[in-house]
């Protein structure tokens, strides 16, 4: 039975649990996902600080100069009333501080400051940013360049993350031809390239992929091996006499989830959960439609095996005309803050998809009202 592409998309999310939890460096954390909630470690700024150039003082002026401060390791110090320090931006302000004079709206005569203090204290208080214990990520968030520079700064030398979820592909065709000019009856391979991207995209690892012939036994013997947590299928899951996919599912008493989604393109794609905890997610052949589909089933279910938190839909209006009955996946560009369609979009053709932003989710009866958008 045909599903809706909106329950499609949340069947696949909900189809698994989350992989478990690794220890990693922080170099090795990047894009992955944090599995426990990250409270800092020690609260920034760790002590008072200077937040500029200049000179801490304490009392009215004039002070008179008594040592200085740079950013570092320094010894605890007091300041008296009518004293400065001369201090650098980060450097920790000797107790007692009650402000520091900027360099620019000072005055020095031998030992001795002038210049008067603005009511701003220019002191970072300790734990006036991130207070010691405050939770700074969700479990979920995905590692970033700046998430990995927040763990450090609050204390972390390793971070508790979900592995990525390791996918093997699959593709099937006899026509299919990886490298050179395709003859007559041949076509060039394009959803072998396409979707290691994808995959990596959505949280994944490709461990490989496998090209086989049109042949139920060979496609079998591809689904057997149990060393990647998701098999991508690419062709074979129509109902054409070379689309073994389904009986070969049976077979292996596997539980289909999803049997076809109604959107064009990638009407005839498929998700289905296997007895020892892997899925196989079922890609059309066409290349655009198994673009589609990625984005449909493998991209959420990939999501959730990672261990990412789902995030609100991403909308835009969309400048066109459309009516179907069914989900429309569209490839358009931004454009003075709408979405324009740029063609070229058949099932067969990636060209509208090379050329485009995003694929603009167009639900069935549509009355022009925002679309969801998802990034290319």
């Not at 939890?21 to 996902?33: N, S, W």
């Not at 220019?122 to 360049?145: F, K, M, N, W």
């Not at 289905?272 to 279910?301: C, E, S, Y």
Request: aromatic share 2%; glycine share 10%; charged share 20%.
């Amino acid at each position: 039975m045909t599903t809706g592409w909106a329950e499609a998309r949340q069947v696949a999310r909900d189809a698994a649990e989350p992989l478990e939890a690794i220890t990693v460096t922080l170099r090795e954390a990047l894009g992955l996902a944090i599995a426990e909630h990250l409270p800092a470690l020690v609260p920034l700024p760790l002590c008072d600080t200077s937040a500029m150039d200049g000179y801490a003082v304490r009392g009215e002026g004039p002070w008179t100069i008594v040592g200085s401060r740079l950013a570092g390791p320094c010894t605890a110090a007091a300041i008296e009333p009518g004293r400065a320090y001369e201090i650098a931006t980060g450097a920790p302000v000797p107790v007692g501080t009650e402000a520091v004079l900027p360099i620019e709206m000072s005055s020095v005569d031998g030992n001795e400051l002038s210049g008067t203090p603005m009511a701003k204290t220019h002191i970072r208080r300790r734990g006036e940013d991130v207070p010691r214990g405050r939770r700074v990520l969700q479990a979920g968030a995905v590692v970033t360049p700046a998430v990995l520079g927040l763990a450090a700064s609050v204390g972390y030398d390793t971070l508790d993350v979900h592995r990525r979820p390791r996918v093997r592909v699959v593709v099937s065709g006899d026509e299919l031809l990886r490298a050179g000019l395709p003859t007559f009856g041949q076509v060039r391979d394009a959803i072998g390239p396409l979707l290691p991207g994808l995959i990596a995209n959505a949280g994944g690892e490709l461990v490989d992929t496998q090209f086989v012939a049109d042949r139920a036994g060979a496609l079998s013997e591809a689904l057997a091996c149990d060393d990647v947590d998701v098999v991508a299928v690419c062709g074979s899951t129509s109902v054409g006499p070379a689309d073994h996919l389904r009986p070969v599912l049976d077979s292996h008493k596997a539980d289909i989830l999803v049997d076809g989604v109604a959107c064009r393109p990638g009407h005839p794609q498929l998700l289905a959960a296997l007895p020892d905890g892997r899925h196989v997610v079922g890609l059309p052949g066409n290349p655009f439609a198994a673009l589609a589909a990625g984005h449909t089933l493998l991209a959420p279910l990939l999501h959730r095996l990672a261990g990412r938190s789902p995030r609100a839909p991403l909308t835009g209006r969309l400048r066109a005309t459309i009516v179907a009955p069914e989900t429309r996946l569209v490839p358009a560009v931004r454009t003075d803050g709408a979405l324009v369609p740029v063609g070229r979009d058949r099932a067969g053709n990636l060209w509208g998809a090379a050329m485009a932003d995003v694929l603009a989710v167009v639900p069935p009866q549509w009355t022009g009202s925002d679309v969801e958008v998802l990034p290319l």
